[in-house]
């Protein structure tokens, strides 16, 4: 039990919305605690961490990945997930009248011993707003609070990429090359796992090359941090709008649509005009062609993947694919932050 008093000790009750916000050494030790957890998951060594505790998960958005492996992970700590979504409260939004974020935060604080909130794409009016909704949950709550994926991060994703990474390219991923591309398709994404895979990969050393069409830039105060990751750690960073070039040695590929900075306009998602536009862009599939320029690269994605569209299924369900590992990695590292994080 020592890697779990040393990661209580250092990180209990601590809220986890952007992997930017913690230490390098704080994510190493959930990283590790979660690799433990993996290696221990059948032996009882963690069974009773949370005996009797419960995780609210809070969703505005739908979820397979994150709504699983949460209740999983609580079970498996022998405590219970319970599932919220707006629709069986009384908030206050922008239109209704009803409990404003500061009572019912406080008030899930007195039952519940850690709460994450899903809240993005067509479920917040503009760019930010689900990340300043968990800011304002985190301000008010007395439990820790965590993203489960708003509009800008989503840092359980980022960190199950990176446990996904260091298995298969080796612990020091200094040195290896990670492109970010974008793909075309009809989901419309947002941009909170490829941000959170943006700064995970730039904070642990990678060299990372960022590809898109031309008016598909993402966040630039997040390609600010990820640009000031690289210088910290020596290493690359390019951004290129061409579809092919950015894959010449990359050791990692993440190809993932998502929406342009022009998705919301009068407090609105244009799905329709996104997906419409995205469409235009059928050279941006990755494909067996494109990942030959490679260092015998892995492909990842944080899934749901749009297959057909953002990768073929070759390269998908290819022998360098990693899409399971990482999805797996996602109950162990939320494990580990919810046994370092709740009392
Ligand atoms: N990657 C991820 O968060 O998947 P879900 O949307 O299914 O939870």
């Known amino acids: 039990m020592e890697l779990l008093e040393k990661a209580r000790a250092m990180l209990m009750g601590r809220d986890l919305l952007c992997t930017q916000d913690w230490k390098k050494e704080e994510l190493d030790l959930i990283l590790d605690l979660a690799r433990d957890m993996q290696k221990e998951r059948w032996t009882g060594k963690y069974f009773d961490v949370l005996k009797n505790r419960t995780y609210f998960m809070f969703f505005y958005n739908p979820s397979v990945r994150t709504r699983q492996s949460f209740e999983c992970a609580a079970t498996e700590l022998g405590g219970h997930a319970q599932f919220l979504e707006p629709g069986t409260m009384r908030l206050k939004t922008a239109k209704t009248a009803g409990e404003t974020v500061e009572d019912a935060a406080k008030v899930m604080s007195r039952y519940a011993a850690g709460m994450g909130i899903r809240i993005l794409e067509d479920k917040v009016p503009e760019y930010g707003a689900g990340w300043s909704l968990l800011k304002e949950y985190a301000l008010h709550s007395d439990i820790p609070i965590s993203s489960m994926a708003d509009d800008r991060f989503h840092p359980f994703q980022g960190l199950a990429d990176t446990m996904g990474m260091q298995k298969h390219l080796g612990m020091n991923l200094k040195g290896k090359k990670a492109l970010l591309t974008w793909g075309h398709g009809a989901l419309c994404r947002s941009w909170c796992s490829v941000q959170e895979f943006a700064l995970m990969a730039s904070r642990y050393g990678m060299d990372v090359t960022i590809a898109h069409p031309e008016g598909y830039d993402l966040d630039p105060e997040v390609i600010g941090w990820v640009k000031d990751n690289c210088k910290k750690n020596g290493s690359e960073f390019a951004i290129t709008h061409e579809a092919?070039?950015?894959?010449?040695?990359?050791?990692?590929?993440?190809?993932?649509?998502?929406?342009?900075?022009?998705?919301?306009?009068?407090?609105?998602?244009?799905?329709?005009?996104?997906?419409?536009?995205?469409?235009?862009?059928?050279?941006?599939?990755?494909?067996?062609?494109?990942?030959?320029?490679?260092?015998?690269?892995?492909?990842t994605h944080p899934m749901p993947i749009d297959r057909g569209q953002e990768v073929t299924d070759d390269v998908a369900s290819g022998k360098r694919s990693i899409i399971y590992d990482v999805a797996e990695n996602r109950l162990h590292v939320q494990k580990a932050y919810m046994a370092a994080t709740m009392k």
Not at 268 to 289: H, M, N, R, S, T
């Open 244 to 299: 092919e070039e950015g894959y010449n040695g990359a050791h990692v590929v993440y190809a993932r649509n998502w929406m342009s900075p022009q998705a919301y306009v009068n407090g609105e998602l244009q799905k329709k005009a996104e997906i419409e536009k995205a469409l235009k862009f059928p050279k941006w599939i990755c494909c067996e062609d494109y990942m030959k320029r490679g260092n015998n690269a892995l492909f």
